[in-house]
Protein backbone atom coordinates (compact mmCIF):
# COMPACT_ATOMS: atom_id res chain seq x y z
CA UNK A 1 0.00 0.00 0.00
CA UNK A 2 1.33 3.68 -0.63
CA UNK A 3 0.11 6.65 1.26
CA UNK A 4 -1.21 9.00 -1.54
CA UNK A 5 -2.57 11.62 0.74
CA UNK A 6 -2.33 12.32 4.74
CA UNK A 7 -4.54 15.53 5.57
CA UNK A 8 -5.07 16.31 9.58
CA UNK A 9 -8.78 15.92 10.15
CA UNK A 10 -9.01 16.91 13.51
CA UNK A 11 -7.86 17.03 17.12
CA UNK A 12 -10.35 15.73 19.89
CA UNK A 13 -10.18 16.41 23.47
CA UNK A 14 -13.07 13.98 24.14
CA UNK A 15 -14.18 10.61 22.57
CA UNK A 16 -17.67 12.27 21.53
CA UNK A 17 -15.41 15.36 19.43
CA UNK A 18 -13.77 12.33 17.36
CA UNK A 19 -14.88 12.29 13.69
CA UNK A 20 -17.70 9.58 13.13
CA UNK A 21 -16.65 5.90 13.02
CA UNK A 22 -16.84 5.03 9.27
CA UNK A 23 -13.49 4.12 8.62
CA UNK A 24 -11.04 2.21 10.00
CA UNK A 25 -8.43 3.63 11.88
CA UNK A 26 -4.89 2.65 13.64
CA UNK A 27 -3.69 4.29 16.75
CA UNK A 28 -0.49 5.33 17.62
CA UNK A 29 0.48 4.89 21.78
CA UNK A 30 3.37 5.33 23.78
CA UNK A 31 5.07 7.42 26.22
CA UNK A 32 6.15 11.32 25.48
CA UNK A 33 8.81 11.68 23.20
CA UNK A 34 8.83 7.95 22.26
CA UNK A 35 8.53 8.96 18.58
CA UNK A 36 4.92 8.57 17.94
CA UNK A 37 4.47 11.93 15.60
CA UNK A 38 7.81 11.16 14.10
CA UNK A 39 6.64 7.89 12.88
CA UNK A 40 3.68 9.45 12.03
CA UNK A 41 4.72 11.52 9.57
CA UNK A 42 7.75 9.31 7.86
CA UNK A 43 4.98 7.09 7.44
CA UNK A 44 2.94 9.48 5.66
CA UNK A 45 6.16 11.15 4.10
CA UNK A 46 4.75 14.21 5.46
CA UNK A 47 7.39 16.53 7.27
CA UNK A 48 4.99 18.28 9.44
CA UNK A 49 2.22 16.49 9.19
CA UNK A 50 2.03 15.49 12.90
CA UNK A 51 3.58 17.94 15.47
CA UNK A 52 6.92 16.64 16.65
CA UNK A 53 9.01 18.27 19.64
CA UNK A 54 11.77 17.63 22.04
CA UNK A 55 9.52 18.55 24.66
CA UNK A 56 7.76 15.91 26.51
CA UNK A 57 3.77 16.30 26.28
CA UNK A 58 3.00 17.83 22.96
CA UNK A 59 0.34 15.82 21.94
CA UNK A 60 -2.24 16.21 24.65
CA UNK A 61 -5.19 15.50 22.03
CA UNK A 62 -6.61 12.76 20.08
CA UNK A 63 -5.27 13.46 16.35
CA UNK A 64 -7.17 12.46 13.26
CA UNK A 65 -5.06 12.17 9.89
CA UNK A 66 -7.37 10.57 6.92
CA UNK A 67 -4.92 8.56 4.95
CA UNK A 68 -5.73 8.19 0.75
CA UNK A 69 -9.42 9.24 1.90
CA UNK A 70 -10.09 5.31 3.14
CA UNK A 71 -8.55 5.05 6.81
CA UNK A 72 -7.27 7.02 9.68
CA UNK A 73 -4.08 6.93 11.60
CA UNK A 74 -4.85 8.54 15.39
CA UNK A 75 -1.81 10.18 16.95
CA UNK A 76 -2.62 9.68 20.65
CA UNK A 77 -1.43 11.88 23.72
CA UNK A 78 1.68 10.61 25.39
CA UNK A 79 2.12 9.48 29.03
CA UNK A 80 4.75 9.08 31.67
CA UNK A 81 6.45 12.88 31.49
CA UNK A 82 7.70 13.77 35.20
CA UNK A 83 6.39 16.57 35.48
CA UNK A 84 2.41 16.38 35.13
CA UNK A 85 -0.50 17.37 37.78
CA UNK A 86 -2.41 14.44 38.90
CA UNK A 87 -5.48 15.56 36.94
CA UNK A 88 -3.68 15.99 34.01
CA UNK A 89 -2.64 12.40 34.50
CA UNK A 90 -6.32 11.16 35.80
CA UNK A 91 -7.79 12.90 32.42
CA UNK A 92 -5.07 10.83 30.01
CA UNK A 93 -6.12 7.96 31.53
CA UNK A 94 -9.75 8.65 31.06
CA UNK A 95 -9.31 9.73 27.69
CA UNK A 96 -7.48 6.47 26.63
CA UNK A 97 -9.27 4.45 28.14
CA UNK A 98 -12.88 5.76 26.78
CA UNK A 99 -10.98 5.58 23.67
CA UNK A 100 -9.70 1.70 23.51
CA UNK A 101 -12.74 0.48 24.83
CA UNK A 102 -15.28 2.69 22.99
CA UNK A 103 -13.72 3.46 19.63
CA UNK A 104 -15.44 0.57 17.52
CA UNK A 105 -13.95 1.65 14.23
CA UNK A 106 -10.22 0.93 16.10
CA UNK A 107 -8.96 -2.11 14.33
CA UNK A 108 -5.59 -2.21 15.51
CA UNK A 109 -3.03 0.00 18.21
CA UNK A 110 0.61 0.61 17.60
CA UNK A 111 2.44 0.43 20.88
CA UNK A 112 5.62 2.41 20.22
CA UNK A 113 8.57 1.57 22.77
CA UNK A 114 12.07 3.01 23.09
CA UNK A 115 14.14 0.42 22.27
CA UNK A 116 17.11 1.75 24.22
CA UNK A 117 15.42 1.14 27.28
CA UNK A 118 14.71 -1.47 29.43
CA UNK A 119 11.11 -2.36 30.27
CA UNK A 120 9.32 0.48 32.14
CA UNK A 121 6.48 -0.06 34.09
CA UNK A 122 4.13 2.78 32.09
CA UNK A 123 4.61 0.26 29.09
CA UNK A 124 4.05 -2.87 30.72
CA UNK A 125 0.97 -1.70 32.07
CA UNK A 126 -0.55 -0.60 29.15
CA UNK A 127 0.50 -3.92 27.41
CA UNK A 128 -0.90 -5.44 30.38
CA UNK A 129 -4.18 -3.83 29.34
CA UNK A 130 -4.43 -4.83 26.20
CA UNK A 131 -3.22 -8.37 26.71
CA UNK A 132 -6.21 -8.88 29.52
CA UNK A 133 -9.11 -7.13 27.43
CA UNK A 134 -7.94 -8.97 24.01
CA UNK A 135 -7.48 -5.56 21.92
CA UNK A 136 -5.36 -5.97 19.00
CA UNK A 137 -1.52 -4.54 18.94
CA UNK A 138 1.48 -4.56 18.18
CA UNK A 139 4.68 -3.08 19.45
CA UNK A 140 6.98 -0.97 17.65
CA UNK A 141 10.16 -0.31 18.93
CA UNK A 142 11.70 3.50 18.05
CA UNK A 143 14.87 5.07 17.59
CA UNK A 144 16.56 1.87 16.37
CA UNK A 145 18.91 4.41 14.97
CA UNK A 146 20.33 5.39 17.81
CA UNK A 147 21.85 1.89 18.94
CA UNK A 148 24.18 -0.42 17.50
CA UNK A 149 23.23 -3.64 16.02
CA UNK A 150 24.43 -5.17 18.86
CA UNK A 151 22.78 -3.37 21.72
CA UNK A 152 19.53 -3.35 19.72
CA UNK A 153 19.23 -7.05 19.30
CA UNK A 154 20.25 -7.51 23.23
CA UNK A 155 17.33 -5.16 24.20
CA UNK A 156 15.01 -6.29 21.94
CA UNK A 157 15.67 -10.10 23.37
CA UNK A 158 15.67 -8.94 27.00
CA UNK A 159 11.93 -6.93 26.45
CA UNK A 160 10.92 -10.50 24.89
CA UNK A 161 12.07 -12.72 27.14
CA UNK A 162 10.56 -10.22 29.70
CA UNK A 163 7.47 -10.38 28.06
CA UNK A 164 7.27 -14.04 27.92
CA UNK A 165 7.39 -14.55 31.76
CA UNK A 166 4.21 -13.08 31.93
CA UNK A 167 2.48 -14.44 28.21
CA UNK A 168 2.21 -17.67 26.63
CA UNK A 169 3.07 -15.60 22.83
CA UNK A 170 4.36 -12.67 22.11
CA UNK A 171 2.55 -9.83 20.25
CA UNK A 172 3.51 -8.84 16.29
CA UNK A 173 6.77 -6.54 16.69
CA UNK A 174 8.18 -3.95 14.46
CA UNK A 175 11.94 -2.22 14.22
CA UNK A 176 11.29 1.17 13.14
CA UNK A 177 13.48 4.05 12.74
CA UNK A 178 11.69 7.44 11.53
CA UNK A 179 15.27 8.91 10.57
CA UNK A 180 16.46 5.80 8.85
CA UNK A 181 12.45 5.21 7.42
CA UNK A 182 12.54 1.72 9.40
CA UNK A 183 9.84 -0.47 9.56
CA UNK A 184 7.39 1.50 7.58
CA UNK A 185 6.34 -0.97 5.27
CA UNK A 186 5.98 -3.18 7.80
CA UNK A 187 3.70 -1.42 9.62
CA UNK A 188 1.86 -0.19 6.12
CA UNK A 189 1.37 -4.10 5.80
CA UNK A 190 0.28 -4.72 8.72
CA UNK A 191 -2.74 -2.28 8.44
CA UNK A 192 -3.13 -3.16 4.88
CA UNK A 193 -3.92 -7.01 6.09
CA UNK A 194 -6.75 -5.58 8.62
CA UNK A 195 -8.40 -2.58 6.61
CA UNK A 196 -10.60 -3.67 4.86
CA UNK A 197 -12.26 -5.98 7.53
CA UNK A 198 -13.42 -3.12 8.67
CA UNK A 199 -17.74 -2.79 8.07
CA UNK A 200 -18.79 0.41 8.95
CA UNK A 201 -22.41 -1.35 9.17
CA UNK A 202 -21.22 -3.37 11.87
CA UNK A 203 -21.04 -0.06 14.24
CA UNK A 204 -24.10 1.38 15.71
CA UNK A 205 -24.97 4.53 15.11
CA UNK A 206 -23.79 7.14 17.76
CA UNK A 207 -24.08 10.58 18.16
CA UNK A 208 -20.51 12.08 17.16
P1 LIG B 1 4.63 13.44 22.53
O1 LIG B 1 3.81 14.09 21.48
O2 LIG B 1 5.21 14.39 23.54
O3 LIG B 1 3.90 12.34 23.22
O4 LIG B 1 5.94 12.82 21.83
P2 LIG B 1 6.04 11.87 20.54
O5 LIG B 1 5.97 10.45 20.97
O6 LIG B 1 5.07 12.29 19.49
O7 LIG B 1 7.54 12.12 20.07
P3 LIG B 1 8.05 12.98 18.83
O8 LIG B 1 7.71 12.33 17.54
O9 LIG B 1 7.65 14.41 19.02
O10 LIG B 1 9.64 12.83 19.00
C1 LIG B 1 10.31 13.22 20.18
C2 LIG B 1 11.80 13.48 19.88
O11 LIG B 1 12.43 12.26 19.46
C3 LIG B 1 12.01 14.48 18.75
O12 LIG B 1 13.13 15.27 19.08
C4 LIG B 1 12.30 13.60 17.54
O13 LIG B 1 13.10 14.23 16.59
C5 LIG B 1 13.02 12.43 18.17
N1 LIG B 1 12.81 11.17 17.39
C6 LIG B 1 11.62 10.63 17.06
N2 LIG B 1 11.77 9.48 16.36
C7 LIG B 1 13.09 9.29 16.22
C8 LIG B 1 13.91 8.27 15.58
O14 LIG B 1 13.44 7.29 14.99
N3 LIG B 1 15.26 8.42 15.70
C9 LIG B 1 15.84 9.47 16.36
N4 LIG B 1 17.17 9.51 16.43
N5 LIG B 1 15.12 10.44 16.95
C10 LIG B 1 13.77 10.36 16.89
MG1 LIG C 1 3.55 13.69 19.55
Known sequence: MQIKTAIFTKSSAKLSQCPPMDLPEYAFIGRSNVGKSSLINALTNHGKLAKTSGKPGKTQLINHFLINEEWYLVDLPGYGFAKISKSIRENWEKLI????????????????????????????????????????????????????????????????????????????????????????????????????????????????
Open 97 to 208: MSYLFERMSLMNTFILIDSRHKPQKLDIDLIEKYGMNSLPFTIVFTKTDKLTKNQLAKNIAFYKKYLLQQWEELPPIIISSAIDKLGLDEILQSINKTRTQFDAKLIPKMDN
